[in-house]
């Protein structure tokens, strides 16, 4: 899926001094269409309206908050740092429909999926998504 787009690479020190809202709105992105695909993926015959009620389920605070959860302990130290930033960062509202913490650890794991996302670690990346939808359906 990302091999073929012609994105610019940050080095490691590059992404580290990008504000971690940044770095969330780009983990945010490459999150969203992650799970798009995999939805499509998993069932072709879904309408647009089907396939973004479904996606909620995964994007979501609460979703990504017990993803990061179960993830923390295999993260680098490296990441965990990442994570930290974005999870610590002031964000100026909070949606009415999210618990402050599970918010702000999800703003957590979009800052890491940004980070990772932007130093090209494809191997990592893909890691991290397929086991943050293997947490979230086992919890269904």
Do not use: C, W
């Amino acid at each position: 899926m990302l091999e073929d787009l012609r994105v610019r690479e940050f080095t490691k020190d590059e992404a580290r001094m990008l504000n971690p809202l940044q770095l969330a709105l780009v983990g945010d992105g490459v999150y969203e269409v992650f799970i798009r695909n995999y939805i499509l993926s998993s069932n072709s015959e879904l309408s647009a309206h089907k396939m973004h009620k479904e996606a909620i389920g995964y994007v979501k605070a609460k979703s990504q908050s017990l993803a990061m959860h179960k993830l923390e302990d295999e993260l680098t130290e490296e990441e965990l740092y990442i994570y930290k930033r974005g999870r610590n960062t002031k964000s100026a509202t909070v949606p009415k429909n999210a618990d402050v913490r599970d918010y702000r650890m999800a703003t957590g794991f979009e800052s890491l999926v940004g980070y990772i996302y932007l130093i090209g670690n494809k191997e990592r990346l893909s890691y991290i998504m397929n086991k943050s939808i293997e947490i979230i359906n086992n919890e269904e």
